[in-house]
């Protein structure tokens, strides 16, 4: 009776797991299924998952051919609670598109039939897609919003869309016409290489315009007669973001033109065939705000539709799924005036060497015209240029030593030569001989005495160039730019020869012309200006880099020696009581110094600073030539790279500027 008991249990456990064994039912295995389907359709790809009534490769074709629309995005697929019904499981399957920045969410049934000791997937168009019948397909559409304009001043359009005509060979009309010649004619009649060009036309597909030239339709040469008088040849109307002429502050803006297929590869799908997107300058940093956001639609349709059987029926045979409403671009808003833009440009319109004009609103620090000349090869020297500032900088020479209790009637000594440490330094060819010796600060600025200046080293230091530097607006950060630009660089320590060259403007004192501008500026103003370009930079995403990383390179325009980041804020700001002294001084450049050529410039009166910089290795080395002016409420900055003197190249560049700025 002691091993009763014992047979009990055992009997009652062989029992229980045999009743366990009999509930179960498949549940795990149909779960299983429904997972690897989702996994297998998250990835587009089930050709390794069992179907019922369809072979695998044949189901992952249809698959694909479903989406490739939506390429190439990838949808999220998560399997939900079973149902069992002897045999059969349903499973939902919830689905997450990324179209854009939207999310596409719906949720669609999968079944299972059990063969064997085997769960496989029912094949179902619906499975993919709610309704989803044999034989359709999705298609997904997407429109584009007008590229919004950049604005100037006034609100007055800077880029905006202007007619124009895309030149080329369009291949269904060449008939019998021989393709490489008809191509070589068209690009000689345009300029562009003819060899590029004909092998491009060779390349191309039989039914492609294949495109050479985009020309302004205002003011073309070439004409329609022309264009059709070369076998294939076609003009074809169309609208491009233009500024109002082809070099309008050209590197200051930059472009607006078709998407590359790099660019578009490399987007991620953010760029379509047929999207404008900005390259370089204002257009690239700001292009998201600029593009605005497209207009996406997701339909169904029978397979292999054509865009004639659209057009024919009535009503549209496809149906919606989903949509995304786009937004227009925002106009990006500048300071930039259209006349002194224009008027800086044609000012340095005969200018060979790399040159900039700069313009700004002293009171304001509206930047009015930022103009690169045409030897800048499309580089921004006005904004983006890093040059020695040579005598101009004497401007913060003479800030540092008024904080030291001098004023422009203090003496100075003026040698003709001066040696630090075995270095020589002399002032600049035609230095008046009666200027020489024992001079007041004023005449030694007005005639720019080179001497005089390293002279002061002793009672200037490095840092206290540095400080007045700052005081001055520049080497510092300009938070309300809204635009990339290099504001400066002066070393904060130098000892020696270099603290000697930091005098006069050399050695690694880097100035661009917008910061010489700032810098003239801040003594009309008062106090430090803070340049403003852009009023509304923070209406889309901007990258403040991707104007400057974009921007042609011009060999000229690189620094020799690295520039330090500039500084997060300014020194001790520079006061009216200081600035009065340097504005005084700047007049008697006019009255009594080598800028005597402005004392005729209609309106207020002009106070200046001229400015030579030597630099490379030539013997005797090229100059930079510099001037800064105020007249009311304007400072100019003008810029040659290798220029001669400031005086005698620049000079002349901004007396014409200023009379017809009026």
């Known amino acids: 009776m002691g091993n009763l008991p014992k047979l009990s249990l055992v009997l009652i456990g062989l029992i229980l797991g045999a009743s366990l064994v009999g509930c179960d039912d498949g549940r795990a295995g149909a779960q299983d299924a429904a997972k690897q389907l989702a996994s297998a359709v998250a990835a587009l790809d089930v050709g390794s998952v069992p179907f019922e009534g369809k072979e695998s ?10 989406f490739k629309a939506l390429e190439p995005a990838k949808p999220a697929v998560q399997s939900g609670e079973l149902t069992l019904d002897s045999g059969t499981a349903t499973v939902p399957l919830n689905y997450s598109w990324k179209i854009g920045a939207e999310e596409w969410k719906y949720t669609t049934f999968a079944q299972f039939k059990k063969s064997g000791d085997k769960w496989l997937t029912v094949w179902n168009p619906a499975t ?3 309704e989803l019948a044999e034989g359709e397909i999705l298609s997904m559409s997407a429109e584009s919003p007008q590229r919004a304009a950049i604005l100037g001043a006034g609100d007055v359009p800077l880029v905006s869309y202007r007619p124009v005509v895309n030149v080329g060979i369009d291949k269904p009309l060449l008939g019998a016409a021989d393709a490489a010649d008809a191509a070589t004619r068209m690009a ?3 300029g562009v290489d003819p060899a590029a060009y004909a092998q491009q036309v060779e390349a191309s597909g039989p039914q492609a315009f294949v495109a050479a030239i985009t020309l302004r339709s205002d003011g073309r040469t070439i004409t329609d007669e022309q264009i059709a008088a070369i076998p294939g040849g076609r003009a074809i109307p169309d609208s491009l973001p233009l500024a109002p002429t082809r070099t309008f502050a050209r590197a200051l803006l930059g472009t607006a033109a078709a998407a590359s297929a790099e660019q578009i590869e490399k987007s991620d799908g953010a760029l379509k065939p047929g999207d404008t997107i900005g390259s370089g300058g204002l257009q690239q940093q700001y292009d998201a705000q600029l593009r605005g956001t497209d207009s996406t639609v997701i339909r169904a349709q029978k397979a292999g539709l054509t865009a004639e059987e659209l057009k024919a029926a009535s009503p549209d045979p496809r149906r919606i799924l989903f ?12 300071t930039l005036d259209v006349n002194l833009q224009q008027l800086a440009e044609d000012v340095l319109a005969k200018v060979g060497p790399a040159s900039a004009i700069v313009a700004l ?15 800048s090869n499309g580089y921004d020297t006005a904004m983006l240029g890093q040059y020695a500032p040579g005598s101009i900088f004497k401007i913060v020479d003479s ?17 003709a030569t001066l040696t630090v440490d075995g270095r020589t330094f002399k002032n600049a060819e ?7 010796g024992s001079i007041s600060l004023r005449d030694a600025f007005a005639h720019s005495c080179n001497t005089a200046f390293i002279n002061a080293r002793e009672g200037v230091s490095q840092a206290q160039l540095e400080g007045a530097a700052t005081s001055l607006g520049v080497a510092v950060e300009a938070p309300a730019l809204g635009a990339a630009a290099f504001l400066g660089s002066v070393p904060g320590e130098a000892e020696g020869t270099e603290h000697a060259a930091s005098m006069i403007g050399q050695g690694k004192v880097l100035l661009s012309p917008l910061s010489a501008a700032v810098m003239a500026g801040s003594v009309a103003k008062g106090a430090p200006v803070s340049p403003e370009l852009v009023l509304n930079p923070n209406a889309g995403t901007a990258d403040p880099a991707a104007a400057a990383s ?10 020799t020696l690295p520039a330090p980041p500039p500084a997060a804020t300014s020194g001790t700001p520079v006061t009216a009581a200081e600035a009065a002294p340097l504005a005084d001084m700047m007049r008697a450049v006019v009255t009594s110094g080598h800028a005597g050529f402005l004392a005729s410039v209609p309106g207020a009166p002009v106070g200046a600073k001229t400015g030579t910089a030597e630099f490379g290795k030539d013997d005797p080395p090229k100059t930079h030539a510099w001037i800064v002016a105020v007249h009311g409420d304007l400072a100019v900055a003008v810029f040659v790279e290798d220029g001669g003197l400031g005086a005698t190249t620049s000079g002349p560049l901004l007396k014409e500027f200023l009379t017809a700025a009026g």
């Open 188 to 190: 000689q009649l345009v």
């Open 361 to 375: 609103r002293p009171s304001t620090g509206a930047v009015l015209a930022a103009a690169s000349g045409p030897g």
């Open 128 to 130: 993919l897609l709610p």
């Open 550 to 559: 974009a921007s042609p390179t011009a060999e000229t325009a690189t620094p």
């Open 399 to 415: 800030l540092a030593m008024i904080r030291n209790g001098m004023t422009p009637d203090s003496k100075v000594e003026c040698p």
């Open 323 to 334: 949509q995304v409403q786009g937004k227009p671009g925002t106009p990006l808003q500048t």
């Open 430 to 436: 035609g230095y008046p001989a009666a200027s020489l």
């Open 57 to 66: 490769g044949a189901a992952n074709e249809q698959l694909n051919a479903v």
